[in-house]
């Protein structure tokens, strides 16, 4: 229902952008965003795009999400990536999400399968 892509190998400083297809309408039409998991560490709130676009702490002023409605598909552009941005990131979605749930994990009906990005230096 979800279709992630985009992760790979990058150096300190680089970019990258991730893509996430919903095959389902409906779920485009909520919130779809991104959650990571670095290793070790609990599952992050990275960024969702909910009427407009939210970022957690981390990654503001580095990542941007964006939509294409054509393609039901949003997208998480990376840039200045550093080691800690190192993580399997997940695609999520969900209908019910309002503004004061949308960093919590529970709030997402749907998830990917995720994406491994891994940040050398």
């Known amino acids: 229902q979800l279709q992630a892509s985009g992760g790979g190998l990058v150096q300190v400083g680089g970019s990258l952008r991730l893509s996430c297809t919903a095959s389902?309408?409906?779920?485009?039409?909520?919130?779809m965003g991104w959650f990571r998991q670095a290793p070790g560490k609990d599952r992050e709130f990275v960024a969702v795009?909910?009427?407009?676009?939210y970022y957690g702490e981390s990654v503001k002023g580095r990542f941007t999400i964006s939509r294409d409605n054509a393609k039901n598909t949003v997208y998480l552009q990376m840039n200045s990536l550093k080691s800690e941005d190192t993580a399997v990131y997940y695609c999520?979605?969900?209908?019910?999400?309002?503004?004061?749930?949308?960093?919590?994990?529970?709030?997402?009906?749907?998830w990917g399968q995720g994406t491994l990005v891994t940040v050398s230096s």
């Open positions: 389902d309408r409906t779920f485009y039409n909520g919130a």
């Open positions: 795009f909910r009427w407009r676009e």
């Open positions: 999520v979605a969900g209908n019910r999400v309002i503004v004061s749930t949308l960093t919590r994990e529970t709030a997402y009906d749907v």
